[in-house]
């Protein structure tokens, strides 16, 4: 009796937590179809705002500008962090520990800090403000997170399996692709998964190193919001979260991430 009731108010309490995460997102893609630009009641179904959304050019530059810079950022911290994962695993040398704590304090430091710090380090070294700028910074902050998770996943990882493979006449490049790169898989995708939400979302960094008038989707529905609320920002904003989730589910379901089940 004991063990179904906790059962039952264990349900009970992930259903509300899942209700306080998704309740406010479920209504603002709820209102991007309302008819009212106030959000008055009752509902009235309409597509006029996916419709003003798709003739804005303004909002259809900086989501693209945002997924491209999202795109190289990942690209480039799941190389250099799965990199320096493997590297931190397979060797030791004086001062590793002291590295690996050094590379998660742009975690815990607040983005305003480093966006004013990269600000003044970008202006000091000749590369100002502009895209180079904020790719750096943008594989800077996710470069922690698929180090996180790729370390996570290495710290299952059998070594025996390596020696076996050199054992059987394997060279360094056949063991790191056959063996190594196909057990960490899903701590690479899920950390590919982590810098894409981390420079896509970007919002600090991306404000202080965007050029005037080139900006990221972030900093653009932050300047609309303080000129005026309007409906077509609940809508692009569903698009995003849809097919956020929709790749999410989708990484999940073929690499495997959180088991098999």
């Known amino acids: 009796m004991t063990g179904g009731l906790l059962a039952l108010v264990g349900r009970i309490w992930l259903v509300a937590i899942l209700i306080f995460l998704y309740a406010p997102i479920l209504v603002m893609a709820l209102m991007s179809f309302n008819a009212s630009p106030f959000y008055q009641l009752p509902f009235e179904f ?3 705002w996916y419709q003003d959304l798709s003739g804005n050019a303004q909002i259809a530059t900086a989501a693209i500008r945002s997924v491209l ?8 911290a799941t190389a250099l962090g799965t990199a320096a994962s493997i590297a931190l695993f397979r060797y030791d040398f004086r001062g590793k520990r002291v590295l690996q704590i050094l590379l998660f304090p742009p975690i815990a430091i607040p983005w305003l800090i480093t966006g004013t710090a990269m600000l003044t380090f970008f202006f000091a070294i000749g590369i100002g403000r502009g895209t180079p700028a904020v790719i ?4 800077a902050l996710a470069l922690p997170y698929v180090i996180v998770t790729v370390t996570a996943r290495l710290a299952s990882f059998d070594i025996t399996l390596e020696e076996a493979a050199r054992a059987m006449g394997a060279n360094t490049w056949t063991v790191l692709t056959r063996v190594t790169l196909p057990w960490i898989s899903p701590g690479i995708v899920a ?6 939400a981390v420079s896509f979302d970007q919002f600090v960094v991306s404000y202080f190193l965007s050029e005037p ?3 990221t989707l972030p900093v653009l529905i932050y300047t609309a919001i303080r000129k005026g609320f309007t409906p077509e920002i609940n809508a692009v904003s569903t698009i995003i979260i849809t097919i956020s989730m929709a790749i999410m589910f989708i ?3 073929y690499s ?3 088991g098999n089940n």
Not at 136 to 139: D, E, T
Not at 191 to 196: R, S
């Open 46 to 48: 309409t597509w006029r």
């Open 251 to 253: 990484a999940a379901r």
């Open 256 to 258: 495997k991430i959180g």
């Open 213 to 215: 008038g080139d900006t």
């Open 191 to 196: 950390g590919a998964l982590f810098a894409f």
């Open 69 to 76: 810079i999202a795109w190289v950022t990942t690209l480039i």
């Open 136 to 139: 750096i910074g943008h594989v």
